[in-house]
């Protein structure tokens, strides 16, 4: 069994900073790549960035592109969501899943597992 456990959500001025984690433990069945998406009170879920299974291409949705960096930890097995510039309309619960494959889709019923999700809130 996968299990996902993401860190480092919470409150921030807009053009401030965060950086989230994102831990995957358990076996997996192969490559995978691993997402981020969040969705905002009454709104879908949208994705926000992926990064490959060799950690070679990164794909962002155009609302972060610029603000945003996804990557894998050196060393540990996280991968991580830099967000910089933030704005209020960034507000929402953010989840990180994993793809088999590990293309990096954007579409979120390519992943298979998630995590609880953590709160991000840009706010003055």
């Known amino acids: 069994q996968v299990t996902l456990v993401e860190s480092g959500g919470g409150l921030v001025q807009p053009g401030g900073s965060l950086k989230l984690t994102c831990t995957v433990s358990?076996?997996?069945?192969?490559?995978?790549?691993v997402g981020w998406f969040r969705q905002a009170p009454g709104k879908e879920r949208e994705f926000v960035a992926a990064?490959?299974?060799?950690?070679?291409?990164?794909r962002y949705a155009d609302s972060v592109k610029g603000r945003f960096a996804i990557f894998r930890d050196i060393g540990k097995n996280t991968t991580s969501l830099q967000m910089n510039s933030l704005k209020p309309e960034d507000t929402a619960v953010y989840y990180c899943?994993?793809?088999?494959?590990?293309?990096?889709?954007?579409?979120?019923?390519?992943?298979?597992?998630w995590g609880q999700g953590t709160q991000v809130t840009v706010s003055s």
């Open positions: 990064l490959t299974w060799s950690g070679a291409n990164t």
């Open positions: 899943a994993t793809e088999p494959g590990g293309w990096g889709s954007p579409s979120q019923f390519a992943y298979e597992d």
């Open positions: 358990g076996r997996t069945s192969g490559p995978y790549a």
